[in-house]
């Protein structure tokens, strides 16, 4: 069996789940990982006992014992390490939002068009059961029109305040359900009306964000994202989504309502589908992810479950959101 030798550069938090999760594939042979932290470098090779270390990147991609490269770094770093990734002959597996702007992902785009290797931005809901079943439903038919979609997905204070200092509530998690609105639809958006609110001014960017979207093709998105719930908020992610057509509606609760914890510090709803532990092995949709890609690669098959350009098109109408947001405005899309 063919195994792809592969690396993660950025070792955050979830640069460490995809470290992690990596080393669970059997398809994948995790030889290296990076990060200008040399203290964690150290860390996390030692602890997942990973053979390569490197602070420097480019010495990595230089690295011709490397096939693919996971990138999980900040959003403002995707850029610059995405095109030298793709330049230097990797596939490339870059963690969401594509880039930090449209401008930026138009030359990722552009770039992967000029390889033969594979590329893929992790949208990771188009992975979990529950929305993939929806897009069935919505393809056989049996909604009719898409008339509305209305989703949240709120965060309690304390998960969010190291992310707020990188990016806002509206991008940061706006970009997951704006994603599966065009799945959904099959349609883009002509205009946003965005209205967001810092909670936090001693963070710099907002914590609470909403954005109401016209489609082309007639269909309303409303989008709700909330990074400011009580610090004792019960869920891990309290993620909703309500999809309403002309024949039918399918109702999501992604809460994690159906595992209960109840303790003396009272009830919570861990988080169990994303990328949980279990008998000290990585499971859930974000190994399911990363597993499709690796089969992509070694079937010799670009990902089809999401493309470059679907990743772009989320960025920019995010983007265009916090911009109405920010001038109190209707605001057109003209790119689409």
Known sequence: MERIRSAVIGLGWFGEHHVDTLKELPLCDLVAVCTRTESRLNEIAEKYNVPKKYTNYKELLEDDEIDMVSIVTHVKDHYKITIDALKAGKHVFLEKPMADNVEECDGI?????????????????????????????????????????????NLAGWITESHLKKISALFGDGV??????????NSRPESVFAMTRNTRPELPYDDMGWAMFKFKNGTIGVIENIWCLPNNAPFAID?????????????IDNSGIHYTVLTEKGISYPQSTYWPKVHGMRRGYLKEELDYFLKCITRGKKPEVITPEESRDVVYAMRKAEESASRGQLVELSKF
């Open 109 to 153: 785009v552009e770039e992967a068009k000029k390889t033969d290797k594979f590329f893929m931005v992790g949208h990771i809901c188009r992975f979990d059961t529950v929305y993939a079943l929806a897009k069935e439903e919505i393809e056989a038919g049996n909604l009719g029109e898409i008339l509305s979609i209305h989703a949240k997905r």
């Open 176 to 185: 997951h359900d704006l994603d599966l609105m065009f799945w959904y639809t």
């Open 239 to 251: 993620a909703k989504m309500e999809i309403v057509g002309t024949k039918g509606a399918i109702y």
